[in-house]
């Protein structure tokens, strides 16, 4: 049953189907059965996996022998956490979900994004993993002109622009790397092996930080992020936030570093610098911000950064650190959003004035959104600390004072969500939050599972860093020592 | 016993387990039964552990039980294990913690009586002294940090208890923002120490940091960022002004986190790393010049305070800065002396002002009390003795605590000895005048507050006893030689502070010297708290309402040196400014105008775009996927 094909197709014929589903009770419960299934395949993957830096499940054909392109897909340990954060987090985005009466029309773009996702964290084939990127950006982009807010066509043409001028520099470096390759073809070995001149290496690095920089995003990359997560229903910032944004880091691991690593030389500072400028400066942001969710997008801006300095920082702590920070980051989004969903809803506004006072008609949800906030803010024995702690290390060790300033994040970032935890949860009640309704149903579902990971990874996170820990490792030593 | 360790922690984060999620199902008693009892339970194995510590010192061993749990963390050449340390420092620490713990749980039961939250409290309060306890039993800096940061957790959920009020929730997140501050200065004091000694085991590092030089630069920034932690936990210049706002939680907690214990963690952790400490001598000054400092800030402004639980408040920052100042002259025996005696006369300070404020029906101004002592005989008596404990008049606990610190910093530079004793009259005139203003006097309430009056019930006295008579005789743990002492307390410690000994020589005064700073303290004690029975028991004199015009001197005791306002218009509101300005200036209009700009000029692309708007999303899809499968389906008959 570890066959990667079938990981990879059956969200696509599970969109196919729901694609036809109109009734929207039917498609809810069949989408959550068929992220269910997908959840459940990736099991064997998990069983069977060894935890050392192989290439493990491969499967490869020519798909379009003529252009040299192949079908080539694999699992190693660097991209097991990300396809076991993709399927573990589906399920959960299609029951938060549940409260809105989407079509099947929604759900089968949920299910066609879940197999672009997989395919980039899979792919072995550059084209392939291009394929992958743009299949995972084209069903957002409907979820967010079809079911956003107000703004969603003035915000999501911003998105769509940003995002399809990274994948056509992505494209050209693609295109321009598979026409130096001897054998012809468009293999991450391949490209690995090629010895290109610095001068080459260093707009190839450009060409795909850009790409992926906009995805994460990186400062200053970023000004569609905030209102694109603001703009989009919950389900598809929730998508975006916590497993899209995986996809820039990923690639950044395995496609840019490795690729021109004398490009990383030249510019892995400046990257990494940019990145701890935004820690601090979408942390600073976020202090005064009165809408909930962009909040959150901001913190969001400073959480990616610190992952990302993590990545740039290129050591076993850091990337170690960085890749259990994109797990830890995907379930403490999905359960921030999902709770300011909740609130939201319910009092028809995402204004945190209009808040206050929720933690007394609705203790279980104060508690359980206090449990989150905790996590975001990295507090020991929370999921959070691992990640921050591993990273801020990693950063520390390429230099003092990148960890120093990449580690305000854990004064700035107390300010912020305290003062929204406060705004929203505490003081007292006004008429609009003295009848608010405590958590129920698949609310209590979804909460529960990102509660207990958050605690549970917080305690026991060796299983999930002896995943990545052996490739990792052989990862940076195939690159070896980075002279800056 | 030693086995058991585990079990120490562990019991109060099952008490928070059941009374959190029975929150709603267990009765009250029950709930109360379940919190103290296995704060007790952690009690009586503490003992249990103790008595082995004790038996190997007896026995001349130094003492020292690990015990490793599990991996926690591995990265490379990093391992981090969730480990457990039992030397005679935590193992004193452990009896505090819980023993007063307990106390303080037992009194919490008829305190919090009448509150909807009751269930909610205990729980909370377990998981304080689960933390807590990580803290004190971490046998490597990580495990500390996260006792560390819990306890800053349980600070912010029971300061900000009564969230319903909108400045207590303000209180709770400034102690949690500013704690985090100090937080830092811990984590990358640990990334150091890593980076230095390859692990962050405590076993690893002080016998290797033994054979580093004095003055070592490492050392000395790992020192000075520890110490920025402990200025944040223990409310240290210039990170102290959230622990005066913590009073809004109630009492039980200021006495258990705000006093006895968790402000001291601090202490304990510059203890714990004393040989550090040691090698860096410049450091050790900074500490003592902001122990000093606070001291005397803290017990300046707490003279002019007129809410009985900021004058205990302000006390006890002066009295942990009393113990910085012990820290850095090389005191580490006297300054968890203090920690000791402190825990104890503190801790009764506060439950008795709890059962002040208990009787008063929720007063907390001392201008509407007066004469209480008739109606409260125990809470006056056993307060009685906590103020001439703190006092430090013979033969109460904190004269030999206090004395300890004193003649170590007279032996080190006479001018902090002058510093110190100048904050002592202080201590002695607030204090008295707390006790004065409160318990003599006319009764200065509403009739509605006079009717109500009444001895809290035996749950709150009984702990109250119990604190008052270890605060009588807790000095007899340490008397010092010079009185015939045996100083039981610090040859019990003697393997932890030995490094430091070796380096810095052992401290030598002579016995007359001694005699003589103790009998000035003494006397002088004596007579402050004369002056101040004269000044509010035989004048009668009450303090002024609050915009009376007052002196310069005393407006600013009175408006706390404007310390907040400072920070205010230094950091919080430049802060706010920045944060608008990068909105809207840098993002909005800068970076966001730049890009708007450029995709303007690459034309009317949204042409193409609005094609989206009048789609079928379920033809898209369908399109897509046809796609897709087209594409496979041909590589796999072509391949």
């Known amino acids: 049953m570890d066959n990667l094909f079938i990981l990879l197709l059956f969200p696509v014929l599970g969109a196919l189907v729901l694609a036809f589903v109109a009734h929207a009770k039917t498609a809810k419960w069949l989408a959550l059965l068929m992220s269910l299934i997908s959840l459940g395949l990736t099991i064997p993957f998990l069983v069977n996996f060894v935890p050392d830096a192989s290439m493990q499940f491969e499967q490869r054909f020519a798909w379009i022998p003529s252009l040299g392109i192949h079908f080539h897909v694999g699992i190693d340990g660097i991209s097991l956490p990300l396809v076991l954060l993709t399927n573990g987090l589906i399920p959960l985005i299609v029951l938060s979900a549940f409260s809105y009466d989407y079509k099947g029309g929604f759900y089968a773009l949920v299910l066609f994004m879940q197999a672009g996702l997989l395919l980039v964290f899979t792919a072995l084939d550059a084209f392939a993993f291009y394929v992958g990127w743009e299949v995972a950006l084209i069903p957002i982009y409907f979820i967010c002109a079809l079911w956003g807010g107000e703004n969603r066509i003035r915000v999501n043409l911003k998105f769509f622009i940003y995002t399809f001028l990274g994948s056509l520099l992505m494209l050209v470096a693609i295109i321009y790397l598979h026409l130096q390759v001897p054998s012809d073809d468009y293999e991450l070995t391949s490209f690995y092996q090629l010895t290109l001149d610095s ?123 960085a890749i259990i920070q994109m797990v830890n980051h995907g379930i403490s989004v999905v359960g921030l959003f999902f709770v300011l969903d909740i609130v939201s809803r319910r009092l028809g506004t995402r204004e945190m004035s209009a808040m206050g006072g929720i933690a007394k008609p609705a203790p279980s949800l104060a508690l359980v959104f206090l449990v989150i906030v905790m996590g975001a803010v990295g507090l020991p024995l929370t999921n959070g600390f691992i990640g921050e702690f591993l990273l801020l290390l990693g950063v520390y060790e390429y230099g003092l004072w990148y960890a120093v300033f990449a580690g305000l994040t854990l004064i700035l970032g107390a300010v912020y969500m305290l003062r929204m935890y406060q705004k929203v949860m505490l003081g007292d009640m006004n008429a609009r939050t003295s009848s608010f309704a405590d958590i129920k149903g698949s609310e209590w579902v979804v909460l529960a599972v990102v509660v207990v990971l958050v605690i549970g990874i917080g305690i026991y996170p060796k299983p999930l860093l002896d995943i990545s820990e052996a490739a990792v490792t052989d990862l940076i030593d195939k690159v070896g020592p980075i002279e800056r | 016993m030693i086995d058991l360790i585990w079990l120490i922690p562990l019991l109060p984060l099952v008490g928070f387990l059941v009374n959190g999620l029975g929150r709603n199902v267990l009765p009250k008693s029950l709930v109360g039964v379940i919190g103290s009892g296995m704060v007790l339970a952690s009690f009586l194995l503490s003992c249990g552990v103790f008595s082995v510590v004790y038996a190997a010192r007896q026995a001349g061993e130094a003492a020292s039980f690990t015990q490793a749990i599990f991996d926690w963390i591995n990265a490379g050449n990093l391992h981090v294990s969730l480990s457990f340390l039992v030397d005679p420092l935590s193992a004193v620490m452990l009896l505090i913690v819980t023993g007063i713990g307990f106390l303080i749980h037992v009194y919490s039961i008829g305190y919090m009586k009448h509150d909807a939250g009751f269930a909610k409290f205990f729980a909370f309060l377990n998981l304080f002294i689960f933390f807590m306890l990580l803290l004190v039993l971490g046998s490597n800096y990580i495990v500390m940090f996260i006792g560390w940061e819990g306890v800053g957790l349980c600070s912010y959920l029971l300061i900000g208890f009564w969230f319903k009020n909108s400045a207590y929730a303000s209180a709770a997140k400034k102690a949690f923002v500013m704690n985090r501050i100090g937080d830092l200065g811990f984590l990358i004091a640990v990334f150091l120490l890593f980076a230095t000694f390859g692990t962050l085991e405590f076993s690893g590092i002080f016998p290797q940091a033994a054979n580093m030089l004095v003055g070592d630069t490492t050392l000395l920034v790992i020192t000075l960022l520890l110490f920025v932690a402990a200025t944040g936990k223990s409310a240290q210049i210039p990170l102290f002004t959230w622990l005066p706002d913590a009073m809004a939680g109630p009492t039980p907690v200021s006495a258990l986190i705000h006093a006895a214990t968790m402000v001291t963690a601090g202490i304990y952790m510059i203890a714990r790393s004393n040989i550090l400490f040691t090698l860096s001598p410049i450091t050790l000054q900074v500490v003592t010049a902001i122990g000093i400092c606070t001291a005397l800030l803290a017990a300046a402004i707490a003279v002019t305070q007129n809410d009985i639980k900021k004058v205990l408040a302000y006390s006890t920052v002066s009295q942990l800065g009393y113990m910085f100042l012990g820290l850095g002259v090389g005191a580490f025996t006297g300054a968890f002396f203090h920690v000791i005696t402190h825990a104890f006369f503190k801790a009764l300070l506060f439950l008795g002002a709890g059962s002040v404020i208990h009787a008063m029906s929720d007063e907390q101004d001392m201008r509407s009390m007066g004469g209480l002592k008739k109606q409260l005989p125990v809470t006056y008596l056993t307060m009685l003795v906590g103020t001439i404990a703190i006092a430090g008049i013979p033969p109460l606990s904190g004269f030999f605590s206090k004395d300890e610190l004193l003649a170590h910093a007279f032996a080190d530079n006479k001018l902090l000895w002058v510093l110190g004793f100048i904050g002592a009259l202080f201590t002695v005139f607030y204090m008295f005048r707390m006790l004065f203003l409160t318990f003599f006097g006319k009764f200065r309430g509403t009739a509605e507050q006079a009717s109500h009056l009444h001895e809290s019930p035996a749950t709150m006295t009984i702990p109250l006893i119990v604190l008052a008579v270890l605060a009588a005789v807790g000095g007899l743990l340490n008397v010092p030689s010079a009185l015939g002492g045996s100083q039981a307390l610090a040859d019990f410690l003697s393997p932890v502070f030995a490094d430091s000994v070796a380096i810095k020589g052992s401290f030598h005064l002579e016995h007359s010297t001694e005699y003589v700073l103790m009998g000035i303290s003494a006397l002088a004690a004596v007579v402050m708290a004369i002056i101040a029975y004269r000044q509010y028991v035989t004048k009668n004199m009450v303090p002024t309402s609050d915009d009376a015009p007052r002196s310069l001197l005393a407006r600013l005791s009175y408006r706390k040196f404007y310390v907040d306002e400072l920070y205010d218009a230094l950091v919080v509101r430049p802060l706010n400014t920045l944060s608008v300005f990068l909105y809207r200036i840098v993002d909005n209009w800068g970076i966001d105008g730049i890009v708007n700009g450029l995709s303007r000029s690459v034309g009317e692309s949204g042409r193409g775009i609005r094609l989206l708007q009048s789609g079928n999303v379920g033809f898209y899809i369908f399109m897509m996927v046809i796609a897709i499968v087209v594409l496979l389906a041909y590589g796999f008959f072509n391949g």
Request: proline letters at 5%; a positive charge.
């Open chain 1, 199 to 321: 001068s080459t290496q260093r707009w190839i690095f450009w060409a795909f930080f850009i790409a992926f920089a906009i995805k994460m995003p990186i400062f200053p990359f970023h000004t569609w992020q905030p209102d694109t997560y603001t703009e989009a229903p919950t389900a598809g910032t929730m998508l975006l936030a916590g497993i899209m944004l995986k996809m820039g880091v990923y690639g950044v691991i395995r496609w840019l570093i490795p690729v021109a690593p004398l490009g990383f030389a030249a510019y892995g500072q400046l990257a990494l610098i940019l990145c701890v400028i935004g820690v601090v400066y979408a942390s600073i942001i976020a202090f005064k911000q009165h809408d909930v969710k962009r909040l959150v997008a901001y913190s969001s801006i400073a959480h990616v950064g610190l992952i990302g300095a993590g990545i740039f920082a290129w050591n076993v702590q850091s990337m170690q650190g």
